[in-house]
């Protein structure tokens, strides 16, 4: 991984590592400055690794519920030692809870309460010298755009809203007698003056956003300063890399056909389908006793099957079977018809809603991911009355599926609900970009999301 890229799923997980060992090391610190026996013997025959890794895990999984992990960057420092201490608390908390339970895993008093002392201040610190970090020269890259298209403004206002994408916009070389877009931030000059503007501003990466390219783009200059080490791209590739989604409307079949990237390697997805198949075996066991609860609440609150069925399309256009614990009063589309979900749709039922809101309807998908029909990550499944309506409306929407759909998906934690094909839209670019940029880091990063939504009841997935 680039160390100036800090966007991204390996980022998230590098820094929570990073900051993983730092509250171990906390509080190994404490136990040598404090316990009287040697603390490599606390730690080896003591269970002392144990109870700080306990304390550790406890800690950033509060600061993981807070979304610390998802946004690198906070503006508010006061915000950030309060988040750090509440996710401490909590692990305070949870301490107290052991001393009744369990003693063995709870840890020496003063051990705990200099090690807290300790990761309370590097916590917000290591934070602090990372956003500092991102900041700098050296870390960030220098962006020219060549062309203000609304692209491009879009482009600009989201490097300046995210510092931690690793970007810092230099500004945009207008088109001759061009209008610049709303966003564009600094003009620095014309096309006539692109190369003098160049040489004096020293960009890292050059983004071309013209909307005249065949007569008026400056080929030479942009020739000359990609043999001499600067990177030139395409808005669209920049737009993919800021905002995590591939640019539908600058999308052209050329790229898709010719492109080395896009589409899923045969062996990434059968990596994907084995450890599907070994979360999907774990899932069916760990959530039976859950499964069965709410079988019997549907039965009892409301006529109807407790299990709904629903013909979905998958991979390369294959119709499945899809099964869900039924949310909906019985017959719900008699009148309708096929329709989008809304959020508060009015044909779920009460106790539907709160398994909506869990999610704890999806779990028979776990019986399709056995099948082989899904996989825990992907584009979620659509049903085909809907894909044929909308692959003749939206360009490359069949191409969501060349992999198998998910439980879960890229779209489903950055999306919410959608019932418009501008929605839709926007989900296909989170589908495209997954596709692309299908790995496992990226699975578990969706995974660990997945949960934390579900967990707080939130969101759409």
Not at 42 to 49: E, I, P, R, S, V
Not at 75 to 81: A, E, F, H, P, T
Not at 380 to 400: G, H, K, S
Request: charged fraction near 20%; charge should be positive; proline fraction near 5%.
């Amino acid at each position: 991984m680039r160390l100036h890229r800090l966007f991204g799923p390996e980022s998230s997980l590098a820094v929570l590592a990073t900051e993983l060992v730092l509250v171990f090391t906390c509080y190994t610190i404490a136990a040598t400055l404090l316990l009287p026996v040697d603390p490599l013997v606390f730690l080896a025959y003591d269970g002392g690794a144990l109870r700080f890794l306990l304390v550790a895990l406890t800690i950033l999984a509060v600061v993981y519920l807070q979304d610390l992990y998802e946004v690198l960057w906070v503006d508010s420092r006061i915000l950030l030692v309060q988040q750090f201490s509440l996710a401490i608390g909590v692990a305070f908390l949870l301490q107290a809870f052991l001393n009744y339970a369990d003693s063995a895993w709870v840890m020496p008093r003063w051990t705990m309460l200099v090690g807290s002392s300790l990761a309370l201040v590097a916590l917000p610190a290591n934070r602090v010298f990372f956003m500092a970090l991102i900041g700098t020269e050296a870390f960030a890259e220098r962006v020219l755009f060549l062309g203000c298209s609304p692209l491009v403004g879009r482009i600009y206002r989201r490097i300046v809203e995210r510092p931690d994408i690793g970007f810092r916009a230099i500004g945009c070389v207008a088109e001759d007698d061009e209008e610049p877009a709303a966003g564009c931030g600094r003009i620095l000059g014309n096309l006539d003056e692109f190369r003098r503007i160049a040489e004096r501003e020293q960009p890292d990466r050059i983004v071309v956003g013209m909307k005249e390219r065949r007569r008026r783009m400056p080929q030479k200059d942009l020739l000359e300063l990609r043999f001499s080490g600067v990177r030139i791209e395409e808005a669209a590739t920049t737009y993919e890399e800021v905002f995590g989604r591939v640019c539908v409307p600058e999308l052209r079949p050329s790229q898709l056909i010719l492109s080395g990237e896009l589409g899923p390697a045969r062996e990434t997805m059968l990596l994907q389908s084995v450890y599907s198949y070994v979360l999907a075996l774990v899932g069916v066991v760990a959530t039976l006793p859950l499964f069965l609860a709410a079988v019997v609440a549907v039965k009892l609150t409301s006529r109807g099957p407790a299990l709904y069925k629903q013909v979905r399309v998958g991979k390369n256009g294959r119709v499945f079977t899809l099964y869900k614990i039924r949310s909906m009063y019985a017959d719900a589309e008699s009148r309708t018809g096929a329709v989008w979900a809304d959020k508060n749709d009015p044909r779920v039922t009460p106790v539907g809603r709160l398994l909506r809101r869990f999610r704890i309807d999806e779990i028979p998908q776990l019986w399709n991911v056995l099948r082989g029909e899904m996989v825990i990550v992907g584009p979620r499944p659509e049903r085909p009355e809907f894909v044929e309506a909308l692959a003749r409306e939206i360009p490359f929407y069949r191409q969501r599926l060349a992999v198998k759909p998910g439980l879960t998906g890229w779209a489903q934690i950055n999306a919410g609900y959608g019932n418009t094909v501008e929605d839709t839209v926007t989900k296909l670019e989170y589908d495209l970009y997954y596709i692309k940029n299908m790995r496992p880091a990226l699975d578990a990063f969706i995974i660990f999301h997945t949960a934390k939504v579900i967990l707080l009841g939130r969101g759409a997935v």
